[in-house]
């Protein structure tokens, strides 16, 4: 079983910063890949970033340059840095790691950027 813990989002003003974290427990040595998913108001769930075991990072055409998405030397925790925030980055934030060909979800965080 795997469980997700995120830190809390929070608001931030446009153009400002802000970092989210997931802690994962379980046998992290099985860990695929970990990253970040978010559903803005009205939308579907998307992908933001991905970091595979190996180090592979993958980000969403909208967020390149402005998040970067690291891994824990521990491996069991990974960070989503976010810079440059924009109004449409306004969405609630979900960790989520891959293990087995399987999904695990964590229960999401808002992040609110004001303009």
């Known amino acids: 079983q795997v469980q997700l813990v995120e830190s809390r989002g929070g608001m931030v003003q446009s153009g400002g910063s802000l970092r989210l974290s997931c802690a994962a427990s379980?046998?992290?040595?099985?860990?695929?890949?970990m990253g970040w998913y978010r559903r803005a108001p009205g939308k579907e769930r998307e992908l933001v970033a991905t970091?595979?075991?190996?180090?592979?990072?993958n980000y969403a055409d909208s967020v390149k340059g402005r998040f970067t998405v690291l891994r824990g030397s521990a491996g069991n925790t990974v960070y989503l840095q976010m810079n440059s925030l924009e109004p449409e980055d306004t969405a609630i934030y979900y960790c989520?790691?891959?293990?087995?060909?399987?999904?695990?979800w964590g229960e999401g965080t808002l992040v609110t950027v004001s303009s």
């Open positions: 379980g046998d992290i040595f099985s860990f695929n890949q």
């Open positions: 989520n790691v891959v293990r087995a060909g399987i999904n695990y």
């Open positions: 970091i595979s075991r190996g180090g592979s990072a």
